[in-house]
């Protein structure tokens, strides 16, 4: 999976991507993601609000947006199109997604990426409105294929240091 983190580094790194892109509809989103030649597609749900939505959108994985130099966003009546250019150590590395659909109920992104010395990537990604989340979900849950179920926000204040079962410490 280091691919598909690469080339969702590249895509969403800087926070610029969600300023551009709609938000999703609030509830329960069955995503997607199949990487070609890299074996079955996963699907997750994730349960979101505006904030998660954003957060997700924004969430820089493994390459923090100083390393990306320009976005290109051209929206159209057909959906939009994303350029992105980053640079890691030194050589330069590109991706370009093609978005199509609604973010209220379906949408498909197609995602190639190269350079940067990485391999030529292309990944497609499936979401789908599904409900409300159901009762016992919060915004950020992401369920994983094989059911487990993990809080986005919470991963991120663990990983900051941040203990979430005390508040305000």
């Known amino acids: 999976m280091p691919l598909m983190g690469a080339a969702l580094g590249l895509l969403f790194g800087p926070s610029a991507f969600a300023a551009d892109a709609p938000a999703r509809k609030a509830g329960l989103w069955e995503v997607k993601t199949a ?3 890299q074996g079955r597609p996963v699907t997750v749900q994730q349960c979101i609000d505006a904030a998660t939505d954003q957060m997700l959108q924004s969430s820089a994985g493994p390459f923090a947006a100083p390393l990306c130099t320009g976005r290109d966003v051209t929206k159209s009546d057909a959906g939009m199109t994303i350029d992105t250019h980053c640079s890691f ?3 330069a590395a ?3 997604a093609v978005v199509s659909g609604s973010f209220d ?3 498909t992104m197609t995602v190639t990426a190269e350079g ?3 391999p030529p990537v292309k990944m497609t990604i499936e979401g789908k409105w599904l409900s409300a989340c159901a009762a016992g979900q919060q915004a950020g849950d992401v369920i994983m294929a094989n059911g487990v179920k993990v809080n986005i926000p919470e991963l991120q204040k663990r990983a900051l240091g941040a203990d979430p079962s005390q508040p305000g410490k």
């Open 35 to 37: 990487i070609e030649g």
């Open 89 to 91: 150590n030194g050589k």
């Open 105 to 107: 109920s379906a949408y």
């Open 94 to 96: 590109n991706a370009h």
């Open 116 to 118: 940067g010395a990485l």
